[in-house]
């Protein structure tokens, strides 16, 4: 079938540590975005990609890192300098083009990141 | 910048209609879609907007007005499982691609 799959659904982790969030998609879409959410907040994008190899910041990036070496993959880094990475981590993916429904996004179900 | 504003939360009876408002201000206007956020888990998409008026789809239907920045989902029919959270979110189109705006979502509870 195919889908948008993060691993692992939860994730625990000490301060200080850095930590990668994984994000596959095997429905052949090029752009592939990262949000975080926090208790009783909407989405807030994190990195965003249109096409391999090109990414851009989001609303809050900073303390995160990315790559888009292979179109199905996109790899979340939380690092130390996230001051408050523990949220839940969502991934989505589009299917080329600019406008229109089929431009719509869908989600992966995410990883609960708490930092101890 | 964006801005989009939806009531924090709403209750309605199973069996009434609910509608579910979201304003928003932004350049680059692409798009707007709501989405359905049931608890610790990922957004299911809804609905889709880019013209004036009304959308229909089964129970759900989206209404959009662009030059009012406005745009409401209707629910029909409320049943026990459409308590979730619903995401109004509009896209728009910058330099580096389409990007979407999440408000902060309407955490809808329905009673008996």
């Known amino acids: 079938d195919g889908g948008i799959t993060q691993s692992p659904k939860y994730l625990f982790r000490k301060e200080g540590q850095n930590v990668t969030l994984s994000c596959e998609q095997n429905?052949?879409?090029?752009?592939m975005y990262w949000y975080r959410q926090d208790p009783g907040q909407g989405l807030r994008l994190i990195y965003y990609s249109q096409i391999v190899n090109d990414f851009q910041k989001g609303d809050i990036a900073e303390g995160y890192s990315v790559s888009r070496e292979k179109k199905e993959s996109f790899p979340l880094t939380v690092t130390s300098a996230q001051k408050n990475p523990t949220a839940f981590y969502l991934c989505a993916s589009s299917p080329p083009g600019l406008a229109g429904i089929r431009h719509t996004q869908y989600f992966g179900p995410g990883t609960r990141l708490t930092v101890l | 910048g964006q801005n989009i504003d939806q009531p924090t939360e709403m209750t309605a009876t199973e069996g009434a209609i609910v509608q579910i408002n979201c304003t928003y201000q932004?350049?680059?206007?692409?798009?707007l879609f709501w989405y359905q956020q049931h608890a610790g888990e990922a957004p299911t998409f809804l609905s889709y907007?880019?013209?004036?008026g009304l959308e229909e789809k089964g129970r759900f239907s989206s209404f959009l007005s662009r030059s009012k920045g406005y745009s409401y989902l209707l629910l029909k029919e409320l049943q026990m499982k459409d308590s979730a959270s619903y995401l109004c979110a509009v896209r728009v189109f910058t330099g580096g691609g389409n990007k979407l705006t999440f408000g902060t979502g309407t955490q809808l509870k329905v009673e008996l």
């Open positions: 907007n880019v013209l004036d």
């Open positions: 932004t350049s680059g206007f692409n798009g």
């Open positions: 429905l052949n879409h090029d752009a």
